[in-house]
């Protein structure tokens, strides 16, 4: 059921204190949460309550810990507890009085999170709204966009072989226990050992124990399989339960380090591809790839993602700009003049491949767009500030939605993060040049 608003007082409490009377009104997050349109956020949202059941949580409490959680960079168990004694997160997140205790679960944030799905980007929007309504972003600054991407890692570690079947072998340990199904051994003591030894072995280059160490591995784990599939067959729920477990660690099994075509990197996040960019640092990367718009100039507030969108499947830069350029013009409603990219963008697709500028080009570039194009590498630290201070480095969400949700929100924290710093700016700016007019101001003399 949709959550009932907040009725809103001017009476006080004897035993609360109002927020207005605890926090400096003219702090930059307080304007932040005055600025954004929360009525219409609640409007969007509405359609994916159902008629039935108790009123849900308020729509600014959850979306305004989600934007607080991306903006700073915190994790879910974080910002609960940071809200607890932070009076501007609670102000932010639309509280009149001061809270002593965290009113809901943690986990409505990850409930939130799927309800609001492929409705990510209209936080996205406002936070270009709120840009420009700002100030911080003009509209001149949405026609000449710089489109780039760059691989969002998941949270697992570096995939090795031994690493794998030890992961498999305790993946199923735990699905069985959880099930009720009995095996014959379990193999966990063996396997702990084996993939320590093997990974000893190999940092020693001695390759010939190391391979001993994993053909271990592989045998215990094919008992497994085996002793599983003749203890649930015959048993429909349990054969349904088992079936991706049992295919991912056939697949582990079977895999060869140097093989061409798909393979699994991670046994509990299948989704995980390796992406190889080039860099001397890290050659290959674990995760998905993810594509990044931004403004090409520098507008008054700094540069602002204009839209972000993660790519399933490591597609061709060149065969994506098309639907990104159309995305991004829907989502912002200007239309893109200009859009300049690197060189892995060559041979793309686009309906009007004259107003892209590849890096490099020669041809028809000159004054004005010779500029912009010098411009285009502006976005790398972009995408190191959506890693470093965000969530772009590293993702903990679940899934391929977990991986399109986290692009989405660490561009809608980015934005918060540059209109957070307009405001302290504009604020700054403000208050020096009344303290300049007043120290300018002459001194009047008492009469004598």
């Not at 304007?31 to 956020?41: A, S, T, V």
């Not at 160490?213 to 094919?222: A, F, H, I, T, Y």
């Not at 893109?336 to 490099?360: C, L, M, N, Q």
Request: with cysteine; proline share 4%.
């Amino acid at each position: 059921m949709r959550p009932k608003k907040p009725k809103a007082t001017e009476e006080g409490d004897l035993f609360r204190a109002r927020l207005e009377q605890i926090i400096n009104m003219k702090h930059e997050l307080v304007q932040l949460g005055g600025k954004i349109d929360w009525d219409w956020i609640d409007e969007q949202i509405a359609p994916l309550y159902s008629d039935k059941g108790r009123p849900g949580i308020a729509t600014r409490f959850v979306v305004g810990l989600l934007l607080l959680k991306h903006i700073y960079g915190l994790s879910d168990e974080a910002v609960c507890e940071r809200w607890v004694h932070d009076p501007y997160f609670q102000h932010f997140t639309g509280e009149t009085f001061f809270q002593h205790a965290f009113p809901h679960e943690r986990s409505d944030l990850s409930h939130w999170r799927k309800r609001l799905g492929d409705r990510l980007e209209l936080l996205l929007a406002e936070s270009l709204k709120v840009a420009h309504g700002t100030g911080a972003l003009r509209t001149r600054d949405l026609e000449r966009v710089t489109v780039d991407t760059t691989v969002q890692p998941k949270a697992i570690t570096f995939p090795t072989d031994a690493k794998l079947l030890h992961a498999a072998i305790e993946g199923l340990n735990r699905l069985v226990r959880k099930h009720g199904v009995r095996l014959r051994q379990s193999y966990r003591r063996i396997a702990k050992k084996a993939a320590m030894m093997a990974g000893r072995y190999a940092h020693a280059k001695q390759f010939k124990r190391h391979q001993r160490q994993l053909r271990l591995l592989k045998s215990r784990l094919g008992r497994i399989i085996r002793d599983i599939r003749r203890k649930i067959e015959g048993r429909p729920e349990l054969e349904a339960a088992f079936e991706a477990p049992l295919a991912r660690a056939a697949q582990i099994r079977s895999q060869q380090q140097r093989q061409r075509g798909w393979k699994l990197y991670s046994f509990h996040a299948p989704e995980v591809e390796c992406i190889g960019k080039g860099k001397a640092s890290a050659p290959y990367e674990f995760g998905v790839k993810a594509s990044i718009v931004t403004t090409n100039g520098r507008a008054p507030g700094g540069q602002f993602v204009l839209h972000a969108r993660a790519l399933p499947g490591n597609p061709y830069d060149g065969h994506t700009l098309g639907s990104i350029i159309e995305a991004t013009e829907k989502l912002t409603g200007c239309a893109i003049e200009r859009a300049y990219v690197d060189k892995g963008y060559r041979g793309h697709t686009t309906e009007s491949p004259r107003r892209v500028f590849i890096s490099g080009q020669k041809r028809g570039v000159f004054g004005v767009i010779e500029r912009e194009l010098r411009r285009r590498s502006a976005i790398e630290p972009v995408i190191g500030h959506m890693k470093s201070d965000g969530h772009l480095g590293r993702c903990h969400l679940k899934g391929r939605e977990g991986d399109a949700i986290n692009v989405i929100l660490t561009a809608v924290g980015h934005n918060f993060r540059r209109v957070l710093a307009w405001l302290r700016a504009l604020l700054t700016s403000i208050l020096i040049t009344l303290w300049r007019a007043v120290a300018q101001s002459p001194v009047v003399k008492p009469a004598s």
